[in-house]
């Protein structure tokens, strides 16, 4: 008997080390997945990853978030990618307008209409030869449309000092924009002078008075805390704002077909949680800036529009956009 134990102890021990030397190898197996982006860890992108991504890869990847830009510099992460220095990003249109000039389309002021419609465009044939020059020519691929929200005008002064109606109320406002020329040109069509400016310099540069404000979706104006430090909210809702789960191209080939299928629907799972989290932040912040002492009000929107359209639509942007995709674009909004 207590050789047939020691025998199915032994057993048991030899099972015991295959399954560590198994778990052991698998775990070193296990690709790494280091993420890096500039939001905090309560964004909402930032816990659709936590809660839906990582766990739905955990079996053959290790997720390794960077949050606050602690890994890389906000609109570095694409070249670290490609240079193999980094796996996985939250990218943007901007970001990738910087590599590939047609995807400026998504980075002008009021043509994607809502979240629906950045789905709809994302699953569209449209997108195939945006996303294959991304994947050939940079080595990422996007895995899923992520919704950041619609951007709004963030500003230091109060509505008493500053009525903002329509973009010749904000000639002269110093406006904080992300340093690419996608988003200058967008400070500009709004009527502002934008000054360039790394995310997370914005706190400290709207509490200083080293601009005048910022534009960003309410809920990163209340992630970020960027209503501590300014006193209105203008609703231009100038941009529905489209990041993109993106990966390694050369991480996603090295996975098997079903660990590209796992990967992929565990991309599109965080990307349809945060999306829907992201718009239900939306609706509820309105009250809570109010509650806070900020004034928050539409303008006259249709005058941003107009602006803002008519800017691009004149501009190089439009230019490099490909013949058709703007109406295909339009033919997919709601
Ligand atoms: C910003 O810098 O204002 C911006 O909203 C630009 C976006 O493309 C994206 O980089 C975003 O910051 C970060 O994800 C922080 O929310």
């Known amino acids: ?89 939250i990218t943007s249109a901007q970001e990738l307008a910087t590599f590939f000039p047609e995807w400026s389309i998504f980075t002008a002021g009021y043509v994607l209409q809502s979240a629906a419609h950045q789905v709809a465009v994302f699953n569209d044939p449209l997108m195939d030869p945006f996303k294959q020059r991304v994947e050939e020519e940079l080595g990422v691929v996007l895995l899923a449309p992520m ?43 709004l009527g502002a002078n934008p000054t360039p400016m790394a995310f ?29 430090v300014t006193n209105q909210v203008v609703l231009t809702s100038h941009l529905v704002d489209w990041n993109f789960i993106a990966l390694s191209a050369e991480v996603y080939d090295g996975l098997s077909e079903d660990h590209q299928q796992a990967i992929t629907a565990a991309a599109w799972d965080a990307a349809d949680f945060g999306r829907e989290n992201q718009l239900q932040k939306e609706e509820e912040l309105v009250d809570f800036l109010r509650e806070q002492g900020l004034e928050v009000y539409e303008p006259d929107v249709a005058a941003f529009r107009d602006r803002v359209q008519g800017a691009y639509l004149d501009s190089d942007f439009a230019r490099s956009w490909p013949e058709g995709t703007l109406e295909a674009v339009n033919a997919l909004g709601n």
């Open 1 to 89: 008997m207590p050789v047939t134990l020691a025998r199915r102890g032994f057993l048991g021990a030899a099972a015991t080390a295959a399954l560590i030397a198994a778990t052991g190898a698998a775990a070193q197996d296990r690709v790494m997945l280091r993420l890096s982006a500039v939001q905090s860890e309560t964004d909402q992108r930032s816990i659709a990853m936590l809660e839906k991504f990582a766990p739905a890869v955990a079996d053959f990847a290790e997720f390794q978030p960077y949050w606050n830009g602690t890994l890389f510099g906000q609109g570095t992460e694409l070249e670290a990618i490609a240079n193999g220095d980094l796996e996985m990003s």
């Open 147 to 189: 919704y950041l929200g619609q951007r709004q005008v963030n500003l230091r002064q109060t509505k008493d000092e500053l009525t903002v109606s329509t973009p010749d109320d904000l000639d002269g406002v110093n406006l904080r924009m992300p340093g690419t020329d996608a988003w200058l040109f967008l400070g500009g069509a």
């Open 200 to 228: 997370t310099e914005v706190y400290t540069a709207l509490s200083s008075g080293a601009v005048d404000g910022q534009d960003n979706p309410l809920p990163t104006v209340v992630d970020a805390k960027f209503y501590e």
